[in-house]
T-cell receptor
Framework: EAEVAQSPRYKITEKSQAVAFWCDPISGHATLYWYRQILGQGPELLVQ????????DSQLPKDRFSAERLKGVDSTLKIQPAELGDSAMYLC?????????????FGDGTRLSIL | AQSVTQLGSHVSVSEGALVLLRCNYSSSVPPYLFWYVQYPNQGLQLLLKYTTGATLVKGINGFEAEFKKSETSFHLTKPSAHMSDAAEYFCAVINSGGYQKVTFGTGTKLQVIP
């Protein structure tokens, strides 16, 4: 079982609906990442937090996606409205903090299917 | 800008044979390099990392990788494949400056044939 907790593990919803994912990083980890992984591809960074601040959301489709980490601990990623192309695995990862030699620890992800 | 290229989206080896998964990178600053493994419906698990120092790094499950600056490569090897090695493998590069921006390769799916 992954040290980074994510829920739900699976989500099936219809297009145009709202969907939310939750992530609880490893205790004490200042940096939190949300990735989208389409089947057969590598993870694509959506948003990166340092504590409660966003340091990179350049690939986040801001018209429909939002992310927050209000107290600098757990985080929520939301999609509204969901589209068919959003079907993917959404992965959360954390690392101790700034410092490029720190590997990321991943959760088991949320597999999203849009009908 | 940094990038990672993994040659071969699928690699098949016989059980007991050498595993070689290729990774080439580009980076404008000295890179930090990682290999991750992903089993179906799970997150990524760190296999090994190169930051500084010895260019041959050993990881978990008998894997190792060698950083070759002149070839901008970080290929992953294992002397003898085991059935449990069947998974998808991702190479990743992190820039050594600023915040920790990570770029992943597209992955290589390893099949182990009994």
């Amino acid at each position: 079982e992954a040290e980074v907790a994510q829920s739900p593990r699976y989500k099936i919803t219809e297009k145009s609906q709202a969907v939310a994912f939750w992530c609880d990083p490893i205790s004490g980890h200042a940096t939190l990442y949300w990735y989208r992984q389409i089947l057969g591809q590598g993870p694509e960074l959506l948003v990166q937090f340092q504590d409660e601040s966003v340091v990179d959301d350049s690939q986040l489709p801001k018209d429909r996606f939002s992310a927050e980490r209000l107290k600098g601990v757990d985080s929520t990623l939301k999609i509204q409205p969901a589209e068919l192309g959003d079907s993917a695995m959404y992965l959360c990862a954390s690392s101790p903090g700034l410092g490029s030699n720190q590997p990321q620890h991943f959760g088991d992800g949320t597999r999203l299917s849009i009908l | 800008a940094q990038s990672v290229t993994q040659l071969g989206s699928h690699v098949s080896v016989s059980e007991g044979a050498l595993v070689l998964l290729r990774c080439n990178y580009s980076s404008s600053v000295p890179p930090y390099l990682f290999w991750y493994v992903q089993y179906p419906n799970q997150g990524l698990q760190l296999l090994l990392k190169y930051t500084t120092g010895a260019t041959l790094v050993k990881g978990i499950n008998g894997f190792e990788a060698e950083f070759k600056k002149s070839e901008t490569s970080f290929h992953l090897t294992k002397p003898s494949a085991h059935m449990s090695d069947a998974a998808e493998y991702f190479c990743a590069v992190i820039n050594s400056g600023g915040y920790q921006k990570v770029t992943f390769g597209t992955g290589t799916k390893l099949q182990v044939i009994p």
